[in-house]
């Protein structure tokens, strides 16, 4: 072998150390054991009860396990697990042994960022009063077994906490206990005795898929019975699925073939409904911001078409197409772009089985045919909140945001901007209050009645944009607004003081960065509220055109 073969050798030898050095450093699960903990329980100031310790005799195979006593008050008491920071896209499953022999409150916290997301895993409902302002409580589930024997719990905390935040990163894992109003559950003998034995505390794998781009549902280039199907009731005569040739301009400007799916519809009779429906290729998704599609109607306008998703506990998450749909373009095709987060169930995201478009008499259909293609998932968003311009489906939309605290009042209805002649088809939001705003509200520590209108942003990913832009403004002029930015986890005052508008438009623009700055989680936006809290005030303001600005 020669000097330089040998040469070449050695650096291979050394690169090879260098990236086996470098994946060995990234571990695919983490295990605490508690067979080296010794500093375990931190109590409130003034108490000296010891909630935590290290047992020897209750544990498997009579190792050390961490105790978890019965408080002797309200108060919480909290231990900080010996766990180093890791990434939920990494390692998304939490699981442990424990032996539970007594009830009471049991709650594991995740610190991510600056807020901390508890999850309830034994015991009654905790009590409201005194839980810091940066806290979510996502779970409150007894899932643990009471019967003084040995078991493994596991715990989804990607998909629990995913409704409430899109960081992934975790700083800090605890164990709280205590905080509960009343005793809970027969017999318990306040501070006395051990409720709860936790061993072999695991975050493991596998990783979550980081999607990027777009994920074809269906193109209709070819339909496969086995995937896609048409339903409908007894009574839509004459419903029915087809494929069909449609010419498409390619950029050229030369005509290509392309094949979508027809719907044809009929469910004039009462109670008649008609579909279809189409299996969803990725489980989970929960890292995708908008289903799309393309729709064409022949010389007409979108029916009120219902888009649902079906989860994997059979519970529908739905909503209309209408107001998420583009203006036709010169060939009639509308691009239709659903958050994801308008079509979640209230449980949450599970696993995603088939999506479903279907017409219905109840909401007004009658009859027609339809084109649908190209339905697909994208992890970007649509720019366009909400624009008013579908007054049928938007009414739906904004009445559904009217939210009262108090002897308060406030509607919601899409009408015609009377400040603007010149755009006669420009519709917006119409937002009436009053009622007794201000007022002190009985058995509250200071609460006054206050209404708001809320506009949803469906847990929209703040970070891809650099603001949210609306235009806002009086019938009369003095009125008093004031708005509220929500993430998953709480509502933020945006404003030190009250804006007063007049009667001409003002567009309003929210910063998003600032808002990160504040402690907002702009990583999941569910909702920005237009809140009225003036003391007697009432009136009408007008909104229009929330949008996303600033691609990032």
Not at 418 to 435: H, L, Q, T, W, Y
Request: proline share 4%; net charge negative.
């Amino acid at each position: 072998m020669t000097i330089t073969s040998k040469v070449w050798m050695i650096l291979l030898i050394w690169l090879f150390d260098f990236v086996a050095f470098g994946l060995e450093t990234k571990p695919l699960s983490i295990c605490l054991t508690f067979e080296h903990n010794s500093d375990v329980s931190s109590s409130p100031e003034g108490h000296e009860f010891e909630a935590f310790r290290i047992a020897t005799n209750h544990s498997i195979g009579g190792s050390r396990c961490l105790a978890v006593a019965i408080p002797k008050t309200g108060e919480e008491y909290i231990s900080h697990l010996e766990i180093a920071p890791f990434d939920l896209m990494e390692m998304p499953t939490m699981s442990f042994d424990y032996k539970q022999v007594a009830t009471t409150k049991v709650v594991f916290q995740l610190r991510i960022a600056e807020r901390d997301f508890r999850i309830g895993v034994s015991g009654g409902e905790r009590a409201n009063a005194g839980i810091p302002t940066n806290v979510c409580v996502i779970l409150n589930a007894e899932i643990l077994v009471g019967d003084g024997t040995w078991h493994t719990a596991i715990i989804d905390l990607r998909r629990l906490l995913r409704m409430h935040t899109r960081l992934t990163s975790v700083k800090q894992v605890s164990v709280i206990v205590g905080g509960v109003s009343d005793s809970i559950g027969p017999p318990l003998l306040s501070g006395k005795g051990d409720a709860l034995y936790i061993d072999n505390v695991r975050i493991s794998g596998p990783p979550c898929d980081r999607v990027r781009g777009q994920t074809m549902i269906d193109d209709f280039e070819s339909l496969n019975k086995h995937r896609a199907g048409f339903f409908g009731s007894p009574n839509c005569k004459g419903s029915k699925l087809d494929m069909v040739s449609v010419p498409v301009k390619s950029r050229s400007g030369t005509v290509v073939g392309n094949h979508a799916l027809s719907f044809q519809y009929n469910v004039e009779e009462s109670g008649a409904y008609a579909g279809f429906w189409h299996q969803i290729p990725v489980a989970d998704i929960s890292n995708y911001g908008t289903v799309r599609c393309r729709l064409h109607c022949e010389g007409q306008e979108l029916p009120p078409l219902e888009v649902s998703v079906l989860w994997l506990d059979n519970v529908l998450g739905k909503c209309f197409a209408v107001p998420f749909a583009s203006k036709p373009d010169e060939d009639g095709w509308r691009e239709v772009a659903i958050p994801v987060g308008a079509l979640v169930a209230s449980g949450g995201f599970s696993r995603a089985k088939s999506i479903s478009f279907s017409v219905a008499n109840d909401l007004g259909c009658t009859h027609g045919t339809f084109l649908v293609d190209d339905i697909r998932l994208d992890t970007e968003y649509s720019f366009t909140i909400a624009d008013f311009e579908a007054p049928s489906s938007w009414n739906c939309f904004v009445s559904g945001g009217c939210v009262t605290k108090g002897p308060a009042a406030v509607s919601a209805l899409v009408v015609s901007d009377e400040a603007d002649r010149s755009k006669e088809s420009n519709r917006v939001c119409r937002i009436s209050f009053g009622g007794s705003l201000g007022s002190p509200l009985a058995d509250s520590a200071g609460d006054k009645a206050q209404c708001y209108w809320e506009c949803p942003l469906y847990g929209a990913d703040g970070r891809m944009f650099k603001e949210i832009v609306f235009r806002i403004r009086g019938r009369k002029g003095g009125e008093s607004v004031c708005f509220y930015l929500v993430d998953g986890g709480c509502a933020t005052h945006l404003t030190q003081e009250d804006l007063v508008l007049t009667k001409d438009w003002r567009e309003l623009r929210i910063d998003l960065d600032s808002c990160a700055v504040r402690g907002i989680d702009i990583s999941l936006l569910t909702g920005l509220w237009v809140s009225f809290e003036g003391d007697g005030q009432t009136g009408t303001v007008y909104v229009d055109n929330f949008r996303f600005e600033g691609k990032r």
